[in-house]
């Protein structure tokens, strides 16, 4: 059997660690670790409210697809460090630091 690779995902600005399995997506790390992020289409990449911020590590992650690329270009505020947190893969190789918006941002 495969061993699954757990890393860790660091959030900002609450400083929360949480652990994170191979092939869970950042959405679910936060919301397992009971870390409220918007998500209105659960995981569609269509919605674009689970938008966060990569600070370190992104190579950690699987990388953008078409799907997810097309809804970060009509999200207001994007940076290169963007991605959506149900789209954005845990790839069990690098320690992760996200940074969360604030709420209330307008997505
Ligand atoms: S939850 Fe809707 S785009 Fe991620």
Same mark, same amino acid.
């Given at each position: 059997?495969?061993?699954?690779?757990?890393?860790?995902?660091?959030?900002?600005?609450?400083?929360? !660690?949480?652990?994170?399995?191979?092939?869970? *997506?950042? &959405?679910?790390? &936060?919301?397992?670790?009971?870390?409220?992020?918007?998500?209105?289409?659960?995981?569609?990449? *269509?919605?674009?409210?689970?938008?966060?911020?990569?600070?370190?590590?992104?190579?950690?992650?699987?990388?953008?697809?078409?799907?997810?690329?097309?809804?970060?270009?009509?999200?207001?505020? !994007?940076? *290169?460090? *963007?991605?959506?947190?149900?789209?954005?893969?845990?790839?069990?190789?690098?320690?992760?630091?996200?940074?969360? &918006?604030?709420?209330?941002?307008? &997505?």
């Amino acid at each position: 059997m495969k061993e699954v690779s757990m890393t860790t995902v660091t959030i900002s600005p609450g400083g929360e !660690v949480l652990e994170a399995a191979e092939g869970m *997506s950042l &959405l679910e790390v &936060l919301l397992k670790g009971d870390i409220k992020i918007p998500h209105k289409c659960d995981g569609k990449a *269509s919605c674009g409210s689970c938008h966060i911020f990569v600070q370190e590590g992104r190579k950690g992650l699987t990388k953008i697809a078409r799907e997810e690329n097309e809804k970060l270009d009509s999200i207001v505020g !994007v940076g *290169s460090k *963007s991605r959506l947190a149900c789209q954005a893969k845990v790839l069990g190789t690098e320690n992760i630091k996200i940074e969360l &918006l604030g709420f209330g941002s307008g &997505l």
